[in-house]
């Protein structure tokens, strides 16, 4: 069974930095695409991140050069390093799997932005 589980996420004043974490098990890990979505309340769900298996990744242009994402496929797990936190990204973030024509998607980790 695959699951994904997304940690890392809480309460973060305005300039701030968290790292999300997503945990990946019951796939090969290493041969999978990784994306990060966010959906904020009453928005559709965007694509924030994404990192090939060999790691060239790509963003959305809201948050390029404050977002990073990496993977350690040692430990089956995908990373986003969020920097200078603005109100707007306030979300839950979602991390998605791609492994050939399938999709896996964890359950969502919060993140607010706030002073």
């Known amino acids: 069974q695959v699951q994904l589980v997304e940690s890392g996420g809480g309460l973060v004043q305005p300039g701030g930095s968290l790292r999300l974490s997503c945990a990946a098990s019951g796939i090969t890990f290493s041969r999978a695409a990784m994306d990060w979505y966010r959906q904020a309340p009453g928005k559709q769900r965007e694509l924030v991140a994404s990192?090939?298996?060999?790691?060239?990744?790509n963003y959305v242009d809201s948050v390029k050069g404050r977002f990073t994402s990496s993977r350690d496929n040692a430990k089956n797990t995908v990373y986003l390093q969020m920097n200078s936190l603005k109100p707007e990204d306030t979300a839950v973030y979602y991390c998605k799997g791609r492994l050939g024509n399938l999709e896996y998607w964890g359950r969502g980790t919060q993140v607010t932005v706030s002073s």
């Open positions: 990192i090939t298996r060999t790691g060239t990744t």
